[in-house]
């Protein structure tokens, strides 16, 4: 035994006898032995003891004084006595009328059958107890031994299970082998033919180009035809000079979006206010996120930027506008309400993995691809406006074909969508504009730790408001920063100047903030039934309430229910349900203008509606 000190070995041996210890040390088997003799000595002992008398009795009788002779009491019990107590008994005077019983015996006196009675009884108990200890002693070791049987169970189970891991890992790494050797020889095939394809194209550009350069010497011998050779040099230097590159000679990429930049020529005069400005045509094909804080102009610049998108051929913009409305986004494509937004971007990431898999399925290069995308007019902008508040209000939509009680949404959902417009868009043409109050991670969807990619991957142009001193209001300063990705330096620019703000992007007539829109019929009549009319068809005056839909009824019911006299939807989101079922502000949103419009209720303020006294 593993003594845990020397005083726990002191005490457990004096707690043990020598006989225990000797027995301790015997096998199994002759500790069976052991124990089974001292049974039977315990067994054969009790029934010794069990059986006969230990003592010797004198029977007698008691004549009473009617001469009869009594020898048995009530209980028919004979009248008995050891003869010690009846010689005692006559030393103190026997009464006269005792007599013994010779029936019973010789003189009344029956001799003991089994005087050693008391020492079988103790050797009986002796015997059991000797047995009763040494099977504890064999309890004891063998608690302990069935200790050690467990963790050795456990260790051989142990084995077992890492011997059947490694197995199956060893099945997992031959497979795996075998497809990445399966993939390596895709991507030789993939690649053997990108490059006969990419050679035919080399050859056929360079056939192209050597005929360009052969019409060229023919077009060039032709205009210049009776010219000395003084002549055609003058007129070759005049057709370099009309030629003016996108940077002059004296001027850097920083430069070109430094507004301070000046044009260093035989005038030295300074660039033309549209240069000022040329910045703008880097957030033409960048990922870009406009940032600022409030009033300083991200709206207007915003807008502005979409203006030269279209301008430069991006026929297909996206506007992702929680509270827009078609007034100020003619020309574009409006989603508004989170909802909409969330399955929008939802479809865009399944579109964004479909363009990914026919680009590698086309066996066109990058460049080819991309043309190809702007030939078939599949190239838009996504407009991801107020994008500070989607990580509040936007979940995920759940897929038609998946069950209601197994639907959990991601809550990762916009962070997803995030870094899949932020990295991947380029290449598919299907370029995002984010507009946020500020460019830290926690307000961008929340998605911590990106900063570096957030660096690497996006055009960053942060504009700076201004306080007016009388009003002391923030507005627009006309100054920002603009950072390219992958660059750490902060560039001054100088943002348009604009005396509107632009609400219509349509190409053929745009329209300013301060011209009337035009209103059609339709509107009209929308406009009357929702102020005059309280819901009626134009032209009905009957006063019949109108009748509520199913959910907008047991939404009213909840209300007056609960007492309610004024209704914020984002006070009891969380509490109504129906059916276990929790529904967004935007459905129930829905259900509160169904309320309104049916007379019930008043809108007091955004999403807050004051129940009319029945």
Known sequence: ??????????????????????????????????????????????AMAWKGTSSDRIYFCVKTPSKTLVCQDKDNRPFRMTPH???????????????????????????????????????GFLGFALAGWMLRHCQNEEKQRAVFEDIALHR????AEMAARSELLESYRDVAIAEVQLQADL??????????????????????????????????????????????????????????????????????IDPN????????????????????????????????????????????????????????????????????????????????????????MVEMRRRYKAYRESGMVEEQWTQHLRDTNQHFCVVAEEFTTWTDNIVEPMPDDFPDEKWKPDPDFIGKWFRCAMTESRKQLMIPLFVAHDRTMEILAKAKGLSKLRDAALLEVELIATIDPITTEAKASGQGKIKLPGHGQWIDIEL?????????????????????????KATLERIYELEFNLGNKAGDTQDEPKKLSQMAQKLYEYLTRTERIEADVREFKGNFKVNGERFTVEQIKGWMYEIVGAGLADWIAEGVIKLNQI
């Open 1 to 46: 035994m593993n003594y845990l000190s020397d005083k726990h070995k002191q005490l457990s041996e004096s707690q043990q006898s020598g006989l225990m210890k000797w027995f301790g040390q015997l096998p199994m088997d002759k500790k069976a032995v052991a124990i089974g003799l001292s049974l039977t000595v315990g067994i054969g002992s009790a």
């Open 261 to 348: 930049d000046k044009v260093t020529g035989a005038d030295n005069q300074a660039i033309a206010p549209t240069d000022k400005y040329r910045w703008i045509n880097n957030t033409i094909g960048y990922p870009t996120l406009i940032f600022g804080g409030m009033g300083a102009g991200k709206s207007w610049t915003t807008r502005e930027i979409i203006w030269h998108k279209r301008t430069a051929g991006w026929n297909q913009i996206f506007v992702l506008d929680p509270h827009g409305t078609e007034v100020e986004w003619r020309g574009v494509n409006l989603i508004t309400g989170y909802r909409e937004i969330a399955d929008f971007m939802q479809w865009y």
């Open 187 to 256: 991507d030789l095939i993939a690649n053997d033919r990108t490059v006969d394809i990419t050679k035919a194209e080399i050859y056929a550009h360079t056939e192209i180009e050597v005929t360009q350069m052969e019409a060229t010497d023919a077009i060039f011998e032709a205009q210049t035809a009776g010219m000395t050779e003084q002549q055609k040099a003058d007129y070759i230097k005049q057709l370099r000079e009309m030629k003016t590159p996108y940077l002059q000679g004296s001027q850097t990429l920083a430069g070109t």
């Open 85 to 123: 107590y009846w010689e005692q008994w006559k030393q103190e005077g026997m009464p006269r009328q005792v007599v013994r019983d010779p029936a019973t015996g010789v003189n009344g006196l029956v001799k003991a059958t089994n005087p050693c009675k008391p020492f079988w009884a103790f050797g």
């Open 496 to 520: 348009p100047k604009l005396d509107h703000k632009r609400i219509d992007f349509r190409l053929d007539k745009p329209l300013a903030s301060d011209e009337p829109p035009t209103i059609d």
């Open 156 to 159: 051989d189970a142990a084995k």
